[in-house]
């Protein structure tokens, strides 16, 4: 009797457990909405410390989960290729970049440009087990051939841009929408951030009018990716208030990243790689107060309508049961110059049909990535950490609500989390996925998603993350190592110190990217060595 007894109480221990981790087995599978933004710094939004006005992603975070340490590839279209795969970038035809639009680079294999057929889409495997499949926004993996196309890949609903960046008012050229296969005109009034809101709402209505069966979700902005293309309206709500510099900027950001608990008072904030604001001139200083704006009223727009996308699925009933991430594609981007692009004038009459325009630039960057080192491109921490989000109120326990995820995860988990949600199964034929599922996570802040090392690399930018210790380099630069439980922010370098350690950290790396097709030249030149590749055939 009390061997009976024992074996009770453990079944009981377990079943509480799996219940703990996977939520009431009755409750219906959940929908699923990923939202990414282009180009948008760690601290940009409100509640990771930002002062650019977001109260709906604030109030996700609230009632929600905020990670400090999730990590995307660094560059738009690696990312896009990791999170829709599972994968790492080069195994699925994208280790550097896409296919320039109707350009192919006539090379197969890890930089090829565009989805290989060795992978499957997260649209793909939610799809056989019937989720209704929706994308709008940007897709930037694979242009020339529309079998790579996104209703090719498993999405039943599509209206975007297949390309890269493009204009948010008027898109022209080989840069412009495409609904389902199709190539379609903007109304005058038009703009890309409200338009792909409005169109994943109708989506969504067409699709739920077929049957119960739950949603995925794939809302990719464009926004903040340059141009910066802000309406006057959200431009104007900001124009003014960055007079002070990048540097204060960066201050007050920290200074409320603490005070919001987002950090410890042991953490110090990395130095801005910026010239001093105050010896540039008057005329400059107020120029690149109006580039910021035009910044920051992008990322407004964004948080307005993630509101519309959420009083929507709330008139409908279905926020409760809709798992939302919410995460940037890389760091803000450095391109366009230390002092960025443009002026208040390109703002108010921007230019159309072209990707022509205002850029954020260097300095402002490397603020909006407050407290971390470098940007876009790169995979130290300002490159490759971004906020995320994860709202569920029927997954998420409440006592959760508003606080933060400490362990760290990256962008090959999603697919594994889908996998866990929907039931689906995963082809053995098919190159093991790279992730884990965060559901335990979101479940208990003391679950790791990650015990195993996890890897980086793009343009020879690369990196490795094991338990706290992190291996780093920038290019052809020597190896870094960081211990990131007490140098959150990259700054004492730990390599000569641990050489050893660093020696076997570096061989491990490299044991994960030659299988995987990773290019070692001597100096890393990705254009010429895709060159000398297309010379080979």
């Given amino acids: 009797m009390r061997f009976q007894s024992s074996l009770l ?15 009431d087995a009755n409750s219906p599978r959940p929908n699923i909405i990923i939202i990414l933004v282009d180009d948008m710094g ?20 609230s009632n929600g989960v905020r990670f400090t340490q ?20 080069h195994q699925v035809g994208i280790g550097h970049m ?35 499949t929706i ?90 990716h340059w141009p910066l293309n802000a309406k006057w309206d959200d431009y104007s709500k900001y124009r003014g208030k960055y007079t002070a510099g990048w540097q204060e900027m960066a201050n007050q950001r920290f200074k409320k990243q603490k005070e919001i608990g987002l950090f410890g008072e042991d953490v110090k904030q990395a130095p801005l790689q910026a010239p001093d604001w105050n010896k540039l001139s008057e005329s400059e200083r107020d120029r690149l107060d109006a580039v910021q704006a035009a910044y920051a009223g992008c990322i407004d727009n964004i948080d307005q309508n993630i509101g519309r996308l959420v009083t929507y699925l709330e008139s409908k009933g279905e926020l409760d049961n809709s798992l939302i991430f919410f995460l940037s594609d890389n760091g803000a981007c450095q391109e366009g110059g230390i ?25 402002w960057a490397n603020a ?68 884990n599922s965060l559901v335990r996570t979101l479940r208990n802040p003391k679950k790791a998603t990650h015990i195993e090392p996890i890897f980086w690399e793009h343009e020879g930018n690369a990196a490795m993350r094991n338990g706290n210790l992190k291996l780093v380099r920038e290019y052809e630069k020597p190896w870094e190592l960081y211990d990131l439980a007490h140098d959150r922010t990259e700054l004492l370098n730990l390599a000569e110190l ?40």
């Fill in 498 to 537: 641990e050489s050893n350690l660093l020696n076997d950290m570096v061989n491990q790396w490299e044991e994960w990217a030659r299988p995987i097709g990773v290019a070692f030249p001597k100096r890393f030149n990705m254009y010429q060595f895709l060159r000398e590749k297309k010379n080979q055939r």
């Fill in 42 to 61: 760690f601290s940009d939004i409100g509640c990771y410390g930002g002062e650019i006005e977001t109260p709906n992603l604030d109030k996700l975070a």
């Fill in 135 to 224: 994308m709008t926004g940007k897709w930037h993996l694979g242009h020339a051939d529309q079998n790579n196309w996104p209703l090719q890949r498993g999405f039943q609903y599509f209206y975007g841009g297949i390309s890269g960046a493009f204009n948010y008012f008027k898109p022209g050229g080989d840069r412009g929408i495409t609904e389902g296969n199709t190539p379609v005109d903007t109304p005058d009034d038009w703009y890309a951030t409200d338009a792909f809101t409005e169109k994943a709402i109708e989506y969504i209505d067409q699709a739920t009018a077929k049957d119960d069966n739950p949603f995925f979700l794939y809302l990719a902005f464009n926004s903040p």
């Fill in 368 to 435: 909006s990535n407050t407290p971390f080192r470098l940007f876009k491109h790169f995979v130290h921490e300002g490159g490759a950490c971004t906020p995320m989000i994860a709202h569920w109120p029927k997954g998420i326990p409440e006592k959760r609500n508003g606080s933060f995820n400490r362990q760290h995860a990256y962008l090959p988990d999603f697919m594994a989390t889908c996998i866990d949600l929907s039931g689906a199964a995963y082809s053995k034929n098919l190159p093991s996925l790279a992730g």
């Fill in 98 to 132: 896409t296919e320039p639009p109707n350009q192919p680079l006539g090379i197969r294999g890890p930089y090829q440009g565009f989805l290989n057929n060795d992978c499957r889409t997260l649209a793909q495997v939610l799809g056989s087990t019937g989720y209704h």
């Fill in 9 to 23: 109480l453990v079944f009981l221990l377990f079943f509480s457990g799996m219940i703990d981790c996977y939520g």
């Fill in 339 to 363: 002092l960025g692009q443009g002026d208040e004038e390109m703002v108010k009459n921007p230019p159309l049909e072209t990707v022509a325009g205002v850029r954020q630039g260097l300095a």
């Fill in 70 to 89: 999730f990590y995307n590839s660094g560059r738009c279209c690696p990312t896009r290729a990791s999170l829709m795969t599972g994968l790492h970038p």
